[in-house]
Structures are given as structure tokens and as C-alpha cells.
């Protein structure tokens, strides 16, 4: 006769039944019950929850059932299998259909009887509301924390470094809770948002940060995605009146006073807590807030890095729809055509494309800097007035006003 032990050890679990004392303990009712000239195979997961069942040697124990490399399964208690109902229930029926037996030497279930079976359910059932509830307090904790401003964990936000603080508890116990305090480095963060704001393009910030050597919190060189995670990242805005309206008319309510301070926030399976926190902020709310805007805009045009060379991705206006038009790689990595967002999400908008290289020949008449494609960028959102009726691009200087 084989019997598999399966044993599991999450990592969030603070109980001592280690992998290796519920094998010996799994292996010692094998040898009581049935004798010791039995093979015995171990299936071991340690570090693994058991909300789910993606544990590679369950996998492997699943499988060897489905093979019948097994005759029962034996484990310490029913919540070491899983904590899912339905994810044990297919199990079960897996165990029925290749005639494996399954024992549980905290609960001796009896598979082979139908009130065994019941138990079984009932006490899996019992597993995955102790898991939810369990879950539930996790998150009710870290919201109260989020809300008291605390920083919660995690990797330090470039311009910032966590600190411990000692306060004392309603018990009179002396505990630590960790706040951001700003560093030299917040500068850069700002110079980020201004770049962003200049060229409205992730992967030109960036290139325009590592020609100036400026690096990572982590010592590294800046990417598109690296730029774009400090630009969505509350904790720079300023709690103001802008911030305020802005998460308030995403149904998100911050916790505390309109302040000078920086934000908080909080998310857990898609349910956001914000809070005032007690570090300095980088920008004011109404410039985080528009860059959050710019950000969404053009979150819905795919770019490549061809388009990287583009003079005036989001600054010509569609004469059709009044809609921007957007630098996108043509089929093959032939060049590239500014095309109207609309156009292209499906909107409506019937704008022909326009040729990239064509286009911004014409624009770069109208540029002083005619060499560095920073510049020339720069040059044309902060000066130019671009709009396209019909087969012509209409290009003029901006009033200084508008500057």
C-alpha cells in the first residue's frame, strides 16, 4: 500500500506545526494504524497559503492521484490540503473517482462513507470562513493604520526614507510605528513631474533623466514604467483642495484635514484608503491632479520606441473632433503617422493620418532648435499651435499670454 503525506507551512501562520513535525507526526498514525512495511511518498509545501491550490507539490500529489500512484493520502489536519471549499471539493471527487482514500489524523474522516464525506465539507466550509475572517481583520488593521498616516511597508518612495517612531499605546506600552521623512532627493522628484509636464511623453522623461544622471531610489537608470509609478504615486500630492475634489469625485474620501502634508494611500484588493500623512509633499494638488489627467489620456495610444522620435505626439489637434493626435508606429517599423485618438479608439472621428517624417519637416521650420529632439519637443508644446483641417497642418506661435 502507498501513502502520500501531504504537510504545509504558510508563511503567514504563526502556529508551530512546521512541515517536518506534521510528516513525523503523519508518518507515526501510519505505522500505529497500518504497520511500517507500507511506502510512504512526502509532498511538502512550505511557504505556501492555502487560499488556493497553486502549490507545486500539490500539484505533483494531484497528479500522482490521478495516476494512481497512491492508494491514501494522509495529512495532519484538513486545513493543511486547503482553506478553499470548492478547490476541496474537487479534490475530493478526484480522490473518489481514482479510489484514494484520505485521512485526516486531527479529524479521522472516512471518505468511503457518505457521513464522512459530509463532515468533511462541513469542516472545509468552517476553514475558509476562519481564512476570510482572518483576511478581513488583516485589512480592517492596515486600514485604521492608513488612516493615522502611517507608512504601511514597502519599498520607500524616492525623496523619502521611513523612520521608526516610538509612541505610547493605550496599555502603556511603549510601541514603533514608521513615518516618511523627506531627503535630498525630492528635488528629482520634482524635476520628474516638471519633465512629465513639459513633454506629456513617460519614455522621453525618462531618456532626459538618465541623460542627466540621475538615478533610481535604487541606483538605477530610469524606464518608461519607473517614471509613470512615481507620477501615479499619491504620496507626493499636497492634501489641498484639488486633491480633495480629485479623489472626491472618485468616490474616495481622505482622512484628515486640508493640509500642506503629503497623502497616504492605501490599496487592497482594489478598495482605496487615503489619509494625510505627516511628510512633506513634492507638488500641489493641481499639479498632481493634471498630471494624473495627462497620464489617462494618453494611457489609451500604444506607442513604440520609434515614436520616441515624434516632435509633436499629443500636441496636434484633430480639426474634425478637436481631438489629439498621437504618434504611432505604422505595421512593420516603417516610420511612423500621428492618428487621432478618436480615430483610433473608435469614436467616430474619420481624420485622415498624417505622415510622421512629413509632419514635423513642416514643424521644425518653425522651431529655433533644429539638433536636439529634447529641445525641439520641448520647444513645440511650450510654442507652438498645431491643428490639422483636412490635408493641411496648420502651425502657428502661441500668444506669450498662453505660454
Not at 514608521?178 to 531627503?183: A, H, I, S, V
Request: proline share 1%.
Amino acid at each position: 500500500m502507498v501513502f502520500g503525506i501531504y504537510c504545509r507551512k504558510s508563511v503567514l501562520s504563526d502556529k508551530g506545526e512546521s512541515v517536518e513535525n506534521q510528516t513525523e507526526m503523519c508518518r507515526d498514525y501510519i505505522f500505529k494504524k497500518f504497520g511500517e512495511e507500507h511506502e510512504i511518498k512526502i509532498y511538502e509545501d512550505e511557504g505556501y497559503s492555502g487560499k488556493n491550490t497553486a502549490r507545486p507539490m500539490f500539484s505533483r500529489l494531484t497528479e500522482d492521484i490521478k495516476r494512481k500512484r497512491v492508494d491514501t493520502v494522509v495529512c495532519y489536519r484538513l486545513d493543511r490540503v486547503s482553506r478553499n471549499v470548492s478547490d476541496f471539493s474537487a479534490l475530493v471527487e478526484l480522490m473518489n473517482r481514482s479510489k484514494v482514500g484520505f485521512i485526516c489524523i486531527r479529524e479521522e474522516f472516512d471518505t468511503t462513507k457518505p457521513m464522512g464525506k459530509a463532515m468533511m465539507y462541513i469542516a472545509s466550509v468552517f476553514s475558509q470562513l476562519e481564512r476570510e475572517t482572518i483576511g478581513e481583520r488583516v485589512r480592517d488593521n492596515m486600514t485604521m493604520l492608513a488612516r493615522d498616516g502611517r507608512w504601511l511597508g514597502g519599498n520607500t518612495p524616492l525623496g523619502y526614507e521611513a523612520v521608526r517612531e516610538p509612541y505610547i499605546s493605550e496599555d502603556g506600552r511603549t510601541k514603533y510605528r514608521c513615518r516618511l521623512r523627506e531627503n535630498n532627493r525630492l528635488e528629482d522628484v520634482r524635476l520628474i513631474y516638471e519633465l512629465y509636464g513639459k513633454y506629456g511623453c513617460l519614455s522621453v522623461t525618462a531618456t532626459e533623466l538618465n541623460r542627466r544622471g540621475i538615478n533610481t531610489a535604487k541606483g538605477g537608470q530610469f524606464s518608461p514604467s519607473a517614471v509613470r509609478d512615481i507620477l501615479r504615486n499619491p504620496v507626493y500630492c499636497r492634501a489641498d483642495r484639488a486633491a480633495f475634489d480629485y479623489y472626491g469625485q472618485k468616490g474616495v474620501g481622505i482622512y484628515g484635514s486640508i493640509s500642506d502634508r503629503g497623502i497616504i494611500a492605501y490599496n487592497k484588493d482594489g478598495d482605496i484608503t487615503a489619509a494625510v500623512g505627516t511628510h512633506a509633499a513634492a507638488v500641489s494638488g493641481a499639479d498632481w491632479t493634471a498630471v494624473q489627467r495627462l497620464l489617462d489620456e494618453n494611457s489609451g495610444v500604444k506607442r513604440s520606441a520609434v515614436t520616441g522620435r515624434a516632435l509633436a505626439s499629443g500636441v496636434i489637434i484633430c480639426g474634425e473632433c478637436g481631438g489629439k493626435m498621437y504618434a504611432v508606429s505604422r505595421s512593420g517599423g516603417r516610420g511612423f503617422d500621428y492618428i487621432c485618438k478618436n480615430k483610433r479608439m473608435g469614436s467616430g472621428c474619420q481624420c485622415r493620418n498624417i505622415r510622421g517624417d512629413r509632419a514635423d519637416e513642416l514643424i521644425k521650420k518653425h522651431l529655433k532648435e533644429k539638433e536636439d529632439i529634447i529641445l525641439m519637443k520641448r520647444e513645440v508644446r511650450q510654442s507652438l499651435e498645431i491643428i490639422r483641417e483636412k490635408d493641411k497642418l496648420i502651425i502657428k506661435e502661441k500668444d506669450a499670454t498662453e505660454r
